[in-house]
């Protein structure tokens, strides 16, 4: 089937403003040519040994983890058939061997594929950011992480920040869908999971609607950014996303950012007590405190106090390092009892 032929909206680079602020439309945002002049970029342009040998440049020697794919799984990163075990290897591995063993394997019929992924640039490529800086984001505390490979797919996951993803290097092709298409999407294990985050279990490939019927309406949801070289796609935290990489030689360069304080949790250990706290209650009951939850966590914050006195509103005031402190302490006693 196929998936969608509902294209991402794309803007050009001179309209692009504040790239952060493009996820504030709730919605995915192509920027044709955002890192055009790149030096990987131009490097990248001149073919996959010209690429390798800017990267490095920068790589300090620090070992990191390579993921080697058998040829027959056509580079897709999943589960093996107990779905308790990963079908691929990871290994420790010098950035620099692991790069050649690539480029000594590229689009051989019988070759593995390679994936470098995720991995901090700040770390591992000292340098480079300053070299190839992104414009037109203001991103303090963003984690810039590069990823490098042969024709890999990563499976569709979401995460937990917002990202701008940079096509560097070969081309790729991101197929989005909203939040609310989680339950379209078949998620797999909680873990182990092939890159950290929980994946969808269905085949993009060959979709078996029979035993995923819910698929063709995430389908209809879902939309499609096509990046080359240099462009760049931008979307909001928990978007689906399923990352081709269709070129022999491929780097992606990508930014997470959220906008929420430092001193906050992750909302997926909310979500693990919450499977221990709720999910099993009686029905009624689970109703009864989502009336609670919409009141107290995803309604107005201010709402909840604002009838009560300052000195009184304790946790329900708004939250700062020390509320965030002394909250995360009494959690853990509670849990610890």
């Not at 009864?288 to 309604?299: E, K, S």
């Not at 909840?304 to 965030?324: C, I, N, R």
């Amino acid at each position: 089937m196929s998936i969608t032929d509902v294209r991402a909206r794309e803007i050009d680079v001179r309209e692009a403003g504040d790239l952060a602020a493009l996820v504030g439309g709730g919605q995915p945002v192509v920027v044709r040519g955002l890192a055009a002049d790149w030096p990987l970029v131009v490097a990248g342009r001149a073919g996959p040994e010209a690429a390798a040998a800017y990267l490095r440049g920068f790589y300090n020697g620090r070992p990191a983890t390579g993921y080697t794919a058998r040829a027959e799984l056509g580079g897709r990163y999943f589960y093996d058939e107990t779905l308790t075990r990963l079908d691929f290897e990871a290994e420790r591995v010098a950035l620099d061997n692991y790069l050649a063993r690539m480029l000594a394997s590229l689009d051989g019929a019988d070759a593995p594929s390679f994936y470098v992924g995720s991995t901090d640039l700040d770390q591992f490529f000292p340098g480079f950011t300053d070299a190839n800086p992104l414009s037109r984001a203001d991103l303090p505390r963003a984690l810039r992480s590069i990823w490098i490979g042969t024709r890999t797919t990563a499976q569709a996951h979401y995460d937990m920040s917002n990202n701008i993803a940079v096509c560097a290097v070969g081309r790729r092709r991101f197929t989005l869908f909203p939040p609310d298409q989680v339950a379209n999407l078949y998620p797999g294990p909680l873990e182990p999971t092939p890159g950290g985050q929980v994946v969808s279990m269905v085949d993009f490939r060959a979709p078996d609607l029979d035993r995923f019927p819910g698929f063709a309406d995430a389908v209809a949801a879902a939309q499609v950014a096509e990046l080359g070289p240099g462009d760049a796609v931008v979307y909001p935290a928990l978007w689906w996303h399923h990352v081709e990489a269709l070129d022999a030689f491929n780097v992606l360069v990508n930014y997470w950012w959220n906008d929420a304080a430092a001193f906050m949790d992750t909302p997926m250990n909310t979500l693990l007590h919450a499977m221990l706290s709720l999910r099993d209650r009686p029905a009624a009951e689970k109703q009864a405190w989502r009336a609670l939850f919409d009141y107290y966590v995803f309604g107005d914050a201010l709402r909840p106090a604002a009838h009560l006195p300052p000195a009184t509103q304790g946790k329900l005031a708004p939250l700062d390092e020390t509320g965030a402190r002394r909250l995360r302490a009494e959690l853990l006693r509670k849990l610890n009892r």
